[in-house]
C-alpha cells in the first residue's frame, strides 16, 4: 500500500524538494500553498511522472480557515505517514517597525499551523504505531539576531516543541524531526521585503544549499532516526558556536548596534 504524506509551504523551495523526492519513492502527495497554479502544475508533472495521487491544496495557513483545510485532509487521509510542516516565511526589519498583523502572521503560520496539523496527524499515526513528522526551522533558533525577532523566536518554539513531543512518542513507532536548513536557494529571499537584497549576489556561494540537498539530507537523517538535522558543515558549525555563546557576543557587537526600531529594514 503507498505511503502519504501531507507538505506544507509545497509550491517551490524545500517544500517541492521534498515532493519531488517522496513522489520518486512512491508516496502520494498532499500538497499545500497559496500560489494555486504552481502547486498544481506540481501535482500534475510528479502525478504522470511517478504514476502517483498528488493532490493541491491551495491555502492560506495564516488563517483559521486555511488551518482546518489541511487538518481536515489529514484526518480524512489518516493514518498519515509523513507529515512536513515546511511553510514559512521572513519579515527583516526590527519588531516595533513591522506591522504587528505581520508579526502575528508568521506566528500562525510557523507555529500555530505546525501545532494545529501535528495534533490532526497524531491521533492515526499513533493509533497505527507509525508515522514520521518534520518541522523545518532555522539556525537563527540559535541566534536571535536583531532585526529577525519573531522569525527567530517561532524557531526555537520549533525546536524545543519537536524535541519534547520526540520524549513524549518514544516507544511509539513515531518518530520527530527537527530540521534547520541555513541559507537555501528557494523563493524565500526572492519575496518580499528580501527581494529589495541581493542576497545571492553579496553572500559567499559556499554558504547556500539547494534545496535538493537539504531534502534529500533531512530524509536520510529521518530513515537513521535523527532527531535534530542540520544539512551542511559550516551551519552544523555555526549552530555549535552559537551553543556555546556566539549568539551572545553577537547580539551585544558594536556591529549590530542599529536602530531597528526608527524605519522597516
Excluded at 55 to 71: I, K, P, R, V
Excluded at 162 to 190: C, M, N, W
Amino acid at each position: 500500500m503507498a505511503k502519504t504524506t501531507l507538505i506544507t509551504g509545497a509550491t517551490s523551495g524545500i517544500g517541492a524538494a521534498f515532493a519531488r523526492e517522496l513522489a520518486a519513492q512512491g508516496y502520494n502527495l498532499g500538497l499545500i500553498g497559496r500560489r494555486t497554479k504552481l502547486l498544481q502544475t506540481l501535482a500534475d508533472e510528479l502525478a504522470a511522472k511517478h504514476g502517483i495521487c498528488a493532490e493541491a491544496l491551495s491555502a492560506d495557513l495564516s488563517t483559521e480557515a486555511g488551518q482546518a483545510l489541511a487538518a481536515g485532509w489529514i484526518q480524512a487521509h489518516a493514518p498519515l505517514d509523513l507529515l512536513i510542516n515546511n511553510a514559512g516565511f521572513g519579515i527583516p526589519g526590527g519588531f516595533v517597525a513591522v506591522p504587528a498583523e505581520e508579526h502575528l502572521s508568521m506566528l500562525a503560520v510557523h507555529a500555530d499551523t505546525t501545532v494545529h496539523l501535528t495534533h490532526a496527524a497524531l491521533p492515526g499515526m499513533i493509533e497505527a504505531g507509525r508515522g514520521a513528522i518534520i518541522n523545518v526551522s532555522s539556525p537563527a533558533a540559535y541566534l536571535p539576531l536583531p532585526g529577525n525577532a519573531m522569525y527567530a523566536g517561532t524557531k526555537a518554539f520549533l525546536n524545543i516543541f519537536s524535541e519534547a513531543l520526540r520524549a513524549e512518542l518514544r516507544g511509539t513507532g513515531i518518530f520527530i524531526q527537527v530540521l534547520l536548513p541555513g541559507f537555501t536557494y528557494s523563493d524565500f529571499h526572492k519575496r518580499g521585503e528580501y527581494a529589495k537584497k541581493d542576497f545571492y549576489g553579496t553572500l559567499p556561494k559556499w554558504i547556500w544549499m539547494t534545496s535538493e540537498a537539504v531534502a534529500q539530507t533531512s530524509l536520510r537523517a529521518l530513515d537513521n532516526g535523527r532527531l535534530v538535522c542540520i544539512p551542511g558543515l559550516h551551519n552544523q558549525v555555526m549552530v555549535f558556536l552559537a551553543q556555546i555563546g556566539l549568539a551572545g557576543f553577537l547580539l551585544n557587537s558594536a556591529l549590530l548596534q542599529k536602530k531597528y526600531w526608527s524605519k522597516k529594514e
